[in-house]
């Protein structure tokens, strides 16, 4: 009986034929399209996190002191987390 050595069996990489690498910058259009769609959907949370990803690429900092967060729809209420 022969046994299989698994180790020398060639497997497909994941990525194989996929673009891999830094991809090119979100246009203004397309930050303000995503945006539009957050608010729509009343996701505070995702449209929080999205803006703070923004922020943070903009202003090179890593560290959050204050988020704060706006609710368009109906309450034009704000509350802060963290």
Partial sequence: MKSINHAA??????????LVGQKAPLKQREIWAIQIRLQ?????RELALFNLA??????????CV?????????????????
Avoid: E, M, Q
């Fill in 54 to 63: 923004i922020d943070s690429k903009l202003r090179s900092c890593d560290d």
């Fill in 40 to 44: 729509l959907r009343r996701d505070a």
């Fill in 66 to 82: 204050t988020l704060r967060t706006y609710r368009r729809a109906s309450t034009h209420a704000s509350f802060t987390v963290g």
């Fill in 9 to 18: 069996v060639h497997r497909v990489p994941w990525n194989k034929g996929k």
